[in-house]
């Protein structure tokens, strides 16, 4: 497992044993949850959006360049597509290493680098019944 984009609930636990290795001596996740405000509003659920063909691979790219930067044995990151609710996964990102700071290096870049470049698009659905995009300029008309 590397990066994949799913519709169905991201299992933690599977990621996780992706990444086990007994030459391991680090591990690091990240889990984003979607939250239930957005700059003073409140928030009902999140709707991502991703063509996943697209998406996969540079998010394979990016796993790629974490394995080079950073002294790690395995990562591997799962994002959540469709309508997700308050509370729910909406990215998982797992790293083993040998020790925990290349763990925890590759874990941030990797976090960081997937919602800046993989094409992921978010929606916010507030409690007013409005919705609308975020950093989404091809969706701006909508």
Same mark, same amino acid.
């Given at each position: 497992? $590397?990066?994949? *984009?799913? $519709? !169905? #609930? *991201?299992?933690?636990? =599977?990621?996780? =044993?992706? &990444?086990l290795d007994p030459a391991a001596g680090g591990f690091c996740s990240f889990e984003g949850? &979607?939250?239930?405000?957005h700059k003073g509003r409140a928030v009902e659920r999140l709707e991502y959006e991703a063509y996943?063909?697209? #998406?996969?691979?540079? +998010? /394979? %790219?990016?796993l790629d360049e974490a394995r080079e930067r950073f002294d *790690?044995?395995?990562?591997?990151? @799962?994002? %959540? &597509?469709?309508? @997700?609710?308050? +509370?729910?996964?909406a990215v998982v990102v797992a790293v083993s290493?040998?020790? /925990?700071?290349? #763990?925890?290096g590759a874990c941030r870049y990797i976090i960081d680098e997937v919602k800046s /470049?993989?094409? *992921?698009?978010?929606?916010?659905?507030? !409690?007013? +019944?409005t919705s609308g995009w975020v950093r989404c300029d091809h969706c701006a008309g909508e």
């Open positions: 497992m $590397s990066f994949a *984009i799913h $519709s !169905t #609930a *991201i299992e933690p636990a =599977a990621l996780r =044993a992706a &990444v949850w &979607v939250r239930n405000h996943a063909p697209l #998406a996969e691979k540079e +998010g /394979r %790219r990016i *790690i044995l395995h990562a591997a990151c @799962i994002h %959540r &597509v469709g309508p @997700i609710q308050i +509370g729910g996964l290493a040998v020790h /925990r700071d290349p #763990a925890f /470049r993989v094409p *992921i698009w978010k929606k916010e659905h507030f !409690t007013d +019944g």
